[in-house]
């Protein structure tokens, strides 16, 4: 069965600083993977996906993910935060072929601090 | 574009009444929605799927006579939840995908249901 792991509850990062928050993954087949953001009281934004193609994935908001096949992980990056980034960051998997059902994480709290 | 809208954003309801949820997609036709449920400061559970002019598929321990779905049209899904009760209180988020080749979801602002 398809799971997503995120190791960190909570990510705390200063200002201007890069921002990693980890997923790594597990599927049979093909992963299909996506991060989506989470502002309180509010439905979740899609960020980026990767499907296929290059490892590097460019999404909102200057976000990116780098997707590795062989240590099964897709971190979320951006090379200088900010306090607006504060949210919680979800990264989610198609659970299968022909499925439209996501698999979440359960999720990595971000704060950036001023 | 891809814009998903949940009606009520909150309501507060007693115990034994019902209240419905209305999904819409707003600019696209949905192949699939979905309905999920989150707790404070946890994940979403999916509770579940709904096709267009379908039965909903739900997930292992939901209450399919209790929280009610209708998929209408490619536009609009509802969700009642039916005599509801305290720890029905949640926060309900649905979305809808415009399938393949995207598969992304797209999320509804969600509804805070408080059943007092």
């Known amino acids: 069965a398809q799971s997503v792991a995120q190791p960190e509850d909570q990510v705390n990062v200063a200002e201007g600083n890069p921002l990693t928050v980890k997923c790594t993954y597990s599927?049979?087949?093909?992963?299909?993977l996506f991060w989506y953001v989470q502002y309180p009281n509010r439905g979740l934004q899609f960020l980026l996906k990767?499907?296929?193609?290059?490892?590097l994935v460019k999404g909102s908001y200057g976000f990116e993910a780098e997707f590795n096949k062989s240590q099964t992980s897709f971190h979320l990056k951006k090379p200088s935060a900010l306090v607006s980034d504060s949210a919680l960051y979800f990264c989610?998997?198609?659970?299968?072929?022909?499925?439209?059902?996501?698999?979440f994480g359960k999720g990595t709290k971000l704060s950036v601090i001023p | 574009g891809a814009v998903v809208s949940q009606h009520p954003s909150w309501v507060i309801c007693k115990s034994g009444t019902s209240v419905k949820i209305e999904c819409r997609s707003l600019?696209?036709?949905?192949?699939?929605m979905f309905w999920y449920r989150q707790f404070p400061k946890q994940s979403l559970m999916l509770m579940a799927t709904?096709?267009?002019?379908?039965?909903?598929?739900?997930e292992q321990g939901v209450e399919k006579d209790k929280f009610l779905i209708n998929h209408a049209s490619l536009t609009l899904s509802t969700l009642t939840v039916t005599s509801a009760h305290p720890e029905d209180s949640s926060f309900y988020i649905c979305?809808?995908?415009?399938?393949?080749?995207?598969?992304?979801?797209?999320f509804g602002p969600g509804t805070r249901l408080t059943v007092t």
């Open positions: 990767y499907i296929t193609g290059d490892n």
């Open positions: 989610a998997v198609r659970v299968g072929a022909g499925s439209y059902q996501l698999t």
């Open positions: 979305s809808a995908t415009v399938g393949s080749p995207s598969y992304e979801q797209y």
């Open positions: 599927v049979s087949g093909n992963p299909y």
């Open positions: 709904s096709n267009e002019g379908s039965k909903a598929t739900y």
């Open positions: 600019d696209f036709q949905a192949t699939t």
